[in-house]
Every structure is written in C-alpha cells, then in structure tokens.
C-alpha cells in the first residue's frame, strides 16, 4: 500500500529529537521525557499489551515549526474512516482471543492503539510512546533507563512509508511490527529492517504480476503513473524492469504526489492527452487515485485502459467518485478475498458511550452520522443531537462498507499471528504461565517461524523476509444497470506456481473501457506480419518499429521476428517470404527441348556415321574406299561414331559414373578420332616423299606404324585421363551460387589441370594434323585427301577455339549444351568434309570410282 506522505526534511531533524529525548540520561540517573505525555486513543489494560499504529485522520494543518521555542502538538483533520476500521479488525481479535479457552488460557490481551494522523514523524513518535510507556520520568535505579518494551508487538501501519520510519527505529529493539497493508518490496530486506513482518504480499510479486497481466493482453505500449513515494517508486521501477524483460514498453511514466501543486498534476493529464497508448497503469492508493479521477473528470479523458494495484482496484470509494464512468472496465490485482465471521457484526456494533476513549469515538460518531453531542443542563447525558445509540445498520458509508475485508483479515491475522507465538512462549494448555518473563526478542524470533490455521481454514505463515505467500485475484470493474461498479474476480495469480502457470484467467466475459467487449489494442507498432522482420525506429523505445519484408532466400514464418532466417541452400523462399520451398533442381534433361533436340542430333550423327561405315563396306574394293589405308577409314568412322555417342553422357541428371564417364569418354574417342585423321595425312605426306629418288619412307610408315601411331596417341590421353580419375576424379556437384531460386546440379571438374590436360592435348594434336594437312593441301592427285583434312581441322579448331570463352561464361545447363554442341559440331565438320565427298563420288559419280580416274599425272603408286 502506497504511503501518505513523503518524508520531509522535518520530520527527520523531529526523528532525532525524539530519539535524544527519549534515551538520553540526565545527572540524576532517571530517564525523563522530553515533550508532553500523550495518551492513546485506544487502550485497554491486560497481561499483555499490544501496540496499535492507524490513521484516524488523514491530514493535518500546516504549521512553521521556528525550532525556537517548543513546537506545538500535530492538529490532525480529515477523519478517515478506514483507520478505524482497521483498528476496529484489532479490537475484534483481541476480544475473540481473550474469550477463547484454546488460546492463551487465563491471559488477557490489552492494546494501546494511537493516531498517526497520516504523518510519519508522528509515526515515529507513538512508536517511541509505544516502547517507552508514557510516564514523566523512571524512578531511579542502578540500571537506569534499561527496562521491557511496554507493549509486545505493534501492529501497523497502513502504508509503506511510515512502516519503513517506525521498523527503522524499532528495529534495533527487536519490537516486532507486523503491517497488514504496507507492501514496499524494500521493507523484505532484513539487513535494514529485522523486526518487520506483513500480513500482505510484496509488491515485488505485484509488480511482476501487472506486467504479466499487461502481456497476456498483448499491450506493449502502455503509460504508467505512479505515486512519488517508497511504494510507488519501488514497486513502479521493479514493474518497469519486468515489462522491459517482457517486451512492454512505457512511453511515459510519471509521478506524483496528492499534495503537489495543481499545475504539475494537469502536465500528467497533458501527457495523458498526448500519449498514443491506450492503457495506463497505475500504482496509486486510493487517495491518489482520487485526485487523479477528479483530473481525469474534469478534463473529460475517456477510453483509457487502467490497470490498477491492490491500493484501488477494490476501492468503492473510488468507485463511487467515478461519476463519468472514466474508470469503466478497469483490470488489476487485489488481494484475494476473504470472510471473517462475525467481524462485521462487532463493527456495526460499536457504540461511543461504551467506549473507554469517548472523545475519539465522539468525533468518529458525529462524522458518521454528522451530527452533534450537546450536553443539557439536566444530568441525564446527552440529548440533542447524536444519543450515541444510533444504529449503525442502517448507513451506508465508507465505515460500514465490508468491501476491505480481505484487509481487516490482514489485521486480524496479524494479532493472531502474535497470539499463537505467545501461546507458546507462555507454555499454554490448559493454563498459561505467568512466571515467564517476555522478551520481545524472543518473540520475534518465534513470530518468523509461526504456522498456524485460522477459524475459516486459511493458513498463515511468513517466509524468510517476513512476507506471506504472494496470491493475488484479478478483478475487473464491470458496470451494472444501476450505474454502480461491480467489483468481479477474473482470474488468479499464484507467485508460488511455475512462471507459465501463475496466471489463470477464468472463462468470464470481461468488461474493458468504455463498456467494450473487445481487448482494446495498445501497441506503438502494428504487429509484422509472416515475411518481415522488425526494424527499430531511430530514436524510439524497441515496441516502435517499421516491417521490412525479408530478402529473397530468407523467410520469417512467426509475427514480430526480430530477424529473418536464411533458408538451408537447396531451399528457397516463397513468393510470401514465410516458407522455404524446395529449389528445382536444373540440369540438362532430356525430357526438355533443348535436350531432346542435341539428343537427336547425335543419334542423327550416329546413324549418319553408320551409314556412311555401311557404304564404305559394301564399296570397300573400290579404288575410292581403299585409298589412304581403308583400315583408318573405318576405325575413323568407328571413332566418330563414339564421337556423336559419347555426347549422350552429358544428358541427363549427374551421377558420380556419368561424371567420370562424360569428360573420358569425349576426351579418349575424340584423341582416337583425331590420331586416325592425323595418320591418313602422315600417310600422304609419306606417300609423296616415297616418289623421290632414293626415299624409303613408306618403308618405315606402312599399315602396321600407322595403327601403331593411333594407338601411341590414344595411349597417351588415356594415361592422362588415368591420371585424372585417380587423382582428382570428376563429381556430381550441386551450384547454389549461379541462380539464387534453383539447384544447378553439374559435373564439378575435380582437377582443372586434369581436364585442361585433356582438351588441351586433343587441341595439340588437331594443331598438327591441322599443319601437316596444310602442307599437303596442294599434292597432285585428283582427289586429294589433304584438302579435306585440311577443311575438316580448320572446322575443329575454330569449334573449339569458340568453345573456350562461351564454356565458360555459358551458366548452369547452357554450358553442358555447349560442349554437346561443341562436340557434335566437330563431329559432323569430320564426318561431312572427310566422308560425304567419297559418297558422293561412290554413290552419285560411280564413273570417277576407278584406278584409273583415282590416279592422275605425278600420284604415288600408293593410292
């Protein structure tokens, strides 16, 4: 519970007066009061007497102290009504102990209750009274000053910042204090205050809860007020922390004071009309909250979602000020309710003339029913005006309003909580024993460790910093028909549950601002939808963002993604951005155009090839066909055939055998196919030289050396592509990097070197059977071979030489279909410039198929 006033530099100078006065030793060994004694407003004698701190008034008048003279006693106003009743929920525990025969049998508890008139220095100073006793001066002795606390145990005060004074100076004394309504979460550090204790929970548990609360209705962007005292700071701070941890956001969070000047409230209501947030939560007491509500009202702030503390969410004060209906549909944590059995009838049933204090019960009865006591001139008492025997049953005012009862169960199990602990100290069954001396100490430390059960069941105990379980219920002010707030229980928070557990909200139709049934939205940035990714806007808290719609291969598939997640690489992202989609795979099929297409051309080259071997058979005694060693002709035609076949290896999904297979397979046939063509032109060459004078070539260059020399070249480039398998072997590679939305699945080389060795050794030898046909191109015979040769190598080498940049620069399957065609077209330039001339002379000029026509003026015998 929120404190009534902050601590002034006043009240600490009157802290240490007090402290000297009280304590300090005179010249005459007695301990003597400094100040007037004062009698509480409460008392009653008994064995044991209890101390009792409450607000009956509210305030006081302003006054300026000179610390010159003696300041005068505090002038306290405005009654307040919940004072008494809480000091009302003591008396009814005590009277219920003392007529019970269970609990501390033959003992009578007497109290000693006093009037902190909402002030702390005054706090402090009945606290004192309450230790000291109340007498002018001790009576000497060897010991002096040094005597037992008067009372056993104070029970008090309502708010947090008296408590924290009084447990401050009481402390040391080991005085136990138990508050019912003080809920500071600095007061559970026992370094600072030992022999505090508290009926309530922390507000380290409350705040905590406020912010689950606030993230289980998605509000991440939400206004806070707070009081400017030890219970709004602290409990506002530890809120802010757990938002933060959350992910809520504040975009403004603001104090204040119900003594503050006007203006500084009505720069809270600007901030209010300012804010974009839609929900505010505010840790306030009720008093605050009042002069909030009073702002509020006159400035017409409707719409506002409040969240709300134990201080006034259960208020019907509170509730009865909201005229406007501002408040409408408000959602908090209050402390569970509860019912003590009988403490509403011993409430309504105080009556002033049968009080021991009659002039404080004077001053509560004439508030109450604002009315008068005059005396008359006659003996018979009082008449005109209050009786003092008015019946309480029949007002309706914030004294006879029950709706604090979870409070007055608070005090009431404080007082037993003392009484148990003295039951055992004192030994008590039947009877109790009197000859144990009390040691407020020793209370204190059995008081920490009580357990016990009250009459309605519910079970009461402290934790090591002196707080009891932390359970909260969720209460929602729903409007009824007749324009009066009810206050229902939605839920529960349970701190001693598992985080994901604690809060449990009921199936109930809550009710928000403005009477709406709908969760109102508060939230600096629409939520980023499925695809995008928040990007934090300069200068502004984290809840304001802008959505920025993920890169292409990157997806987010949750709302609100910090980041987005780069999809595995064989996967790419969708048109949406929030699923990975496989990639289609790409390679040259055959099942598409361009596939089928090279695949008929070389199945065309192929049967071109045998067909051309099926006429040179048939023809084979011809002139034509056995010129220039037919045996080349047709291992040549064998060759190209292989040629045209082996481009078929490129089509079609790369598999490890097919990767090893393509590049060999091209690399061996084509140095096969070449080898042959250079052996036919060796042979020319040799075949002219033979004719001069003294040669013997073709001596050492006949059937036998020219196989042998297609095989030594063949030989070779298989050694290299050996060499290359077992080395660095081609494989089936999958090339994420050419398109960013497909799978390039290719034959990765393996070794460069290895198969540059190969293309560059089929180049050297087309290079040579290029020059050597070239030197022969213009030998005399009338059907010279060598032009072909010639031709057919110029065909090869520019295929190949234009093969290099467009290999390379080619992506994905397009480069594949480059070689193919680099291939096939070398192929049919072989096939056409070296076997179609013969063709057509077999098929089509048959007359020119003889020895003679064959042989012309200066040809070598040889053909």
């Known amino acids: 519970m929120l404190s009534t006033q902050r601590w002034p530099e006043q009240g600490w100078a009157l802290l240490q007066l007090l402290l000297v006065a009280s304590f300090s030793q005179t010249e005459e060994l007695?301990?003597?009061?400094?100040?007037?004694?004062?009698?509480?407003?409460?008392?009653?004698?008994?064995?044991?007497?209890?101390?009792?701190?409450?607000?009956?008034?509210?305030?006081?008048?302003?006054?300026?102290?000179?610390?010159?003279q003696k300041p005068l006693p505090l002038q306290c106003t405005s009654l307040n009504f919940r004072g008494?009743?809480?000091?009302?929920?003591?008396?009814?525990?005590?009277?219920?102990?003392?007529?019970?025969?269970?609990?501390?049998?033959?003992?009578?508890?007497?109290?000693?209750?006093?009037?902190?008139?909402?002030?702390?220095?005054?706090?402090?100073?009945?606290?004192?009274?309450?230790?000291?006793?109340?007498?002018?001066?001790?009576?000497?002795?060897?010991?002096?000053?040094?005597?037992?606390?008067?009372?056993?145990?104070?029970?008090?005060?309502?708010?947090?910042?008296?408590?924290?004074?009084?447990?401050?100076?009481?402390?040391?004394?080991?005085?136990?204090?138990?508050?019912?309504?003080?809920?500071?979460?600095?007061?559970?550090?026992?370094?600072?205050?030992?022999?505090?204790?508290?009926?309530?929970?922390?507000?380290?548990?409350?705040?905590?809860?406020?912010?689950?609360?606030?993230?289980?209705?998605?509000?991440?962007?939400?206004?806070?007020?707070?009081?400017?005292?030890?219970?709004?700071?602290?409990g506002m701070a530890t809120f802010t922390e757990t938002a933060r941890q959350l992910g809520i956001c504040l975009e403004y969070s603001v104090s204040f004071f119900r003594t503050d000047p006007p203006d500084k409230i009505q720069k809270i209501i600007d901030t209010i009309k300012t804010s974009t947030s839609k929900v505010i939560v505010a840790f306030l007491s009720y008093m605050d909250m009042d002069v909030v509500l009073h702002e509020l009202s006159h400035n017409n702030l409707t719409g506002y979602q409040w969240v709300g503390t134990e201080g006034w969410i259960l208020d019907s004060q509170t509730a009865a000020m909201d005229k406007h209906h501002i408040m409408d549909g408000a959602i908090g944590l209050s402390i569970p309710k509860a019912h003590v059995s009988g403490v509403r009838e011993f409430m309504l049933d105080v009556k002033p003339l049968n009080?021991?204090?009659?002039?404080?019960?004077?001053?509560?009865?004439?508030?109450?029913?604002?009315?008068?006591?005059?005396?008359?001139?006659?003996?018979?008492?009082?008449?005109?005006?209050?009786?003092?025997?008015?019946?309480?049953a029949g007002v309706q005012n914030s004294f006879t309003d029950m709706s604090l009862m979870p409070i007055f169960n608070n005090v009431y199990k404080g007082v037993y909580a003392v009484a148990h602990t003295l039951h055992s100290i004192l030994n008590c069954n039947k009877t109790c024993n009197n000859?144990?001396?009390?040691?407020?100490?020793?209370?204190?430390?059995?008081?920490?460790?009580?357990?016990?059960?009250?009459?309605e069941g519910e079970e009461v105990y402290f934790n090591e910093d002196g707080d009891p379980a932390a359970k909260y219920e969720i209460i929602n002010w729903q409007p009824t028909e007749k324009g009066i707030v009810d206050f229902v229980t939605v839920g529960l928070h349970d701190a001693s549950l598992h985080a994901d557990k604690q809060l449990n909200l009921q199936n109930?139709?809550?009710?928000?601002?403005?009477?709406s049934q709908q969760v109102p939205l508060s939230v600096c940035s629409e939520k980023c939808p499925l695809g995008t990714r928040?990007?934090?806007?300069?200068?502004?808290?984290?809840?304001?963002?802008?959505?920025?719609?993920?890169?292409?291969?990157?997806?987010?598939?949750?709302?609100?993604?910090?980041?987005?997640?780069?999809?595995?690489?064989?996967?790419?992202?969708?048109?949406?951005?929030?699923?990975?989609?496989?990639?289609?795979?790409e390679f040259l099929s055959y099942k598409e155009i361009m596939g089928a297409l090279l695949t008929a051309a070389s199945l065309f080259g192929t049967c071109i090839t045998n067909v051309v071997a099926l006429i040179f058979f048939i023809y084979r005694k011809t002139p034509i066909v056995r010129a220039n060693n037919s045996e080349l002709s047709f291992l040549l035609l064998f060759s190209l055939a292989l040629c045209f076949l082996c481009s078929l290896t490129f089509i079609g999904r790369p598999t490890e055998w097919s990767c090893m297979l393509r590049h060999t397979a091209f690399g061996i046939t084509f140095v096969l196919c070449i080898s042959c063509v250079l052996g036919k032109t060796i042979v020319v060459?040799?075949?002219?030289?033979?004719?001069?004078?003294?040669?013997?070539?073709?001596?050492?260059?006949?059937?036998?050396?020219?196989?042998?020399?297609?095989?030594?070249?063949?030989?070779?480039?298989?050694?290299?592509?050996?060499?290359?398998?077992?080395?660095?072997?081609?494989?089936?590679?999958?090339?994420?990097?050419?398109?960013?939305?497909?799978?390039?699945?290719?034959?990765?080389?393996?070794?460069?070197?290895?198969?540059?060795?190969?293309?560059?050794?089929?180049?050297?030898?087309?290079?040579?059977?290029?020059?050597?046909?070239?030197?022969?191109?213009?030998?005399?015979?009338?059907?010279?071979?060598?032009?072909?040769?010639?031709?057919?190598?110029?065909?090869?080498?520019?295929?190949?030489?234009?093969?290099?940049?467009?290999?390379?620069?080619?992506?994905?399957?397009?480069?594949?279909?480059?070689?193919?065609?680099?291939?096939?077209?070398?192929?049919?330039?072989?096939?056409?410039?070296?076997?179609?001339?013969?063709?057509?002379?077999?098929?089509?000029?048959?007359?020119?198929?003889?020895?003679?026509?064959?042989?012309?003026?200066?040809?070598?015998?040889?053909?």
């Open 30 to 68: 007695v301990c003597r009061q400094r100040g007037n004694p004062e009698s509480p407003q409460l008392y009653k004698d008994g064995d044991v007497i209890l101390g009792g701190i409450f607000s009956f008034h509210s305030s006081w008048k302003d006054r300026q102290d000179t610390y010159i």
């Open 84 to 234: 008494f009743q809480f000091a009302q929920a003591m008396l009814f525990a005590i009277e219920e102990i003392n007529n019970s025969t269970d609990l501390l049998p033959g003992i009578s508890l007497g109290y000693k209750i006093y009037d902190a008139c909402g002030s702390i220095a005054r706090s402090v100073r009945v606290a004192l009274l309450l230790a000291n006793g109340n007498e002018v001066a001790s009576a000497p002795s060897q010991a002096p000053c040094i005597r037992l606390s008067q009372v056993q145990a104070i029970m008090g005060e309502t708010s947090s910042s008296p408590c924290m004074a009084i447990a401050t100076v009481i402390g040391p004394f080991h005085i136990p204090m138990i508050s019912h309504f003080a809920t500071c979460a600095c007061l559970s550090d026992k370094t600072k205050y030992p022999s505090f204790l508290r009926t309530v929970p922390s507000d380290y548990y409350q705040s905590r809860a406020l912010a689950q609360l606030v993230k289980h209705f998605g509000w991440t962007w939400v206004g806070a007020i707070r009081t400017n005292d030890d219970y709004g700071n602290n």
């Open 355 to 392: 009080s021991s204090s009659n002039e404080m019960f004077t001053e509560f009865w004439e508030a109450l029913f604002s009315c008068t006591f005059r005396q008359s001139q006659s003996s018979s008492g009082y008449q005109r005006g209050c009786t003092g025997h008015e019946d309480l």
């Open 435 to 455: 000859t144990v001396q009390l040691d407020p100490y020793k209370i204190l430390q059995l008081l920490k460790n009580i357990q016990f059960k009250t009459k």
């Open 508 to 515: 109930k139709t809550l009710i928000w601002a403005q009477n």
């Open 534 to 585: 928040k990007v934090l806007q300069k200068g502004k808290p984290v809840c304001c963002y802008d959505c920025l719609r993920c890169a292409e291969g990157e997806i987010s598939n949750i709302t609100d993604s910090i980041t987005c997640v780069r999809c595995h690489p064989e996967f790419w992202s969708n048109e949406r951005r929030d699923a990975c989609v496989k990639k289609k795979a």
């Open 685 to 863: 060459l040799m075949a002219f030289r033979a004719t001069l004078p003294g040669s013997n070539v073709m001596k050492w260059f006949g059937p036998a050396q020219q196989k042998l020399t297609v095989l030594f070249f063949t030989l070779v480039q298989v050694i290299i592509c050996v060499l290359w398998l077992t080395i660095s072997p081609p494989f089936p590679f999958k090339n994420f990097k050419e398109f960013k939305d497909k799978i390039i699945i290719e034959c990765a080389l393996g070794s460069a070197v290895g198969f540059w060795a190969v293309l560059g050794y089929i180049g050297l030898l087309a290079m040579l059977c290029f020059f050597l046909a070239f030197l022969a191109r213009k030998l005399p015979d009338n059907f010279n071979e060598a032009k072909f040769i010639t031709f057919s190598m110029l065909i090869f080498c520019a295929v190949w030489i234009t093969f290099i940049p467009a290999y390379i620069s080619s992506p994905g399957k397009f480069s594949v279909a480059v070689e193919i065609f680099a291939i096939l077209a070398s192929s049919f330039g072989l096939l056409f410039c070296i076997f179609i001339p013969k063709c057509y002379i077999i098929l089509l000029k048959p007359e020119k198929n003889t020895k003679k026509n064959m042989m012309g003026k200066g040809v070598p015998k040889y053909f």
